[in-house]
């Protein structure tokens, strides 16, 4: 069997679809599957046992795009696509509203992180905060972030702020605020922060399966549902960029909370979501015989 990988990327796109694709094809190589990516530009045949889409561009159930015998999709969007698995990794998401497809993987448990985050060593939350990164994905050219960052700096002085700024995004960093760049995942940067500030993305799911004292910000429609889940089961606040600074206070004053918080997040996502929908995807293409 071969999976076959295509996935949004660059401009307007950033790195999230690919790091989800990328835990995914980690994981199946590990079951023995082949794997290789394809290209999302018009309609082309697909010679493999299985193609894998993570798009928001075009739709997974679109046969003029995708000709593969049988599509598996991460679809957040509630599309309702018509393939034979859908996998729908927003926390608080559930299958009803993806009725056509064969077989539909929700929630929380399915988050498509990289296990290795949980080898990470981790900063102390009992500790003071010395350190707050913000992200807001490769694509912020808006310059969500920086605007963050830059109260941040202004009204904590003694804390450390850290702005991830990617290759789409606006790239001005304010002055007191540190640059990073990180084309291959922020899990070391994330891992030894003490607060994150960071958009309703990939980026999210990784600093909760850390245990991070975080602050999620959605900045694009489709985050919403994604923030939504994690805050309702408090495993992170929410803000907007307005009202960040009281929302970062919170974490800042209070042990108690940021213990509480990194408790809640490490329950929900416990980073073995990949390895779930790698064995799934055998074991429907085992039953289809393909």
């Known amino acids: 069997?071969?999976?076959?990988?295509?996935?949004?990327?660059?401009?307007?796109?950033?790195?999230?679809?690919?790091?989800?694709?990328?835990?995914?094809?980690?994981?199946?190589?590990?079951?023995?599957?082949?794997?290789?990516?394809?290209?999302?530009?018009?309609?082309?045949?697909?010679?493999?046992?299985?193609?894998?889409?993570?798009?928001?561009?075009?739709?997974?159930?679109?046969?003029?795009?995708?000709?593969?015998?049988?599509?598996?999709?991460?679809?957040?969007?509630?599309?309702?696509?018509?393939?034979?698995?859908?996998?729908?990794?927003a926390p608080g998401a559930t299958s009803a509203v993806h009725a056509r497809a064969t077989h539909a993987?929700?929630?929380?448990?399915?988050?498509?992180?990289?296990?290795?985050?949980?080898?990470?060593?981790?900063?102390?939350?009992?500790?003071a905060p010395k350190s707050v990164l913000v992200t807001t994905g490769a694509s912020d050219d808006a310059g969500v972030g920086a605007q963050m960052a830059t109260r941040i700096a202004e009204a904590f002085p003694l804390l450390t702020v850290n702005l991830v700024v990617g290759p789409w995004g606006t790239r001005t960093v304010p002055p007191g605020v540190g640059l990073l760049e990180r084309a291959n995942g922020l899990g070391a940067d994330l891992a030894r922060t003490d607060i994150v500030v960071t958009a309703g993305g990939v980026a999210l799911l990784e600093a909760l399966c850390l245990g991070r004292p975080t602050v999620a910000v959605p900045i694009a429609v489709n985050q919403q549902a994604n923030v939504a889940g994690v805050v309702a089961r408090g495993a992170a606040l929410t803000s907007d960029p307005i009202h960040i600074c009281e929302t970062v206070q919170r974490l800042v004053g209070s042990a108690v909370l940021r213990a509480q918080i990194s408790e809640s997040a490490m329950g929900l996502i416990d980073g073995q979501g990949a390895n779930r929908v790698a064995r799934r995807i055998v074991n429907v293409c085992s039953e289809l015989a393909i």
């Open 105 to 127: 993987l929700a929630g929380a448990q399915y988050a498509l992180v990289d296990p290795a985050l949980k080898s990470l060593e981790t900063s102390d939350v009992s500790i």
């Open 1 to 89: 069997m071969t999976v076959a990988f295509a996935y949004d990327f660059g401009p307007g796109a950033g790195f999230g679809h690919q790091r989800r694709c990328a835990v995914i094809a980690n994981a199946l190589t590990d079951l023995n599957v082949r794997t290789r990516e394809v290209q999302i530009e018009g309609a082309f045949a697909v010679e493999a046992s299985v193609i894998f889409v993570d798009s928001y561009r075009t739709r997974a159930d679109d046969q003029a795009i995708y000709r593969a015998a049988n599509v598996v999709a991460v679809d957040d969007l509630a599309r309702d696509l018509e393939v034979s698995m859908v996998i729908d990794p």
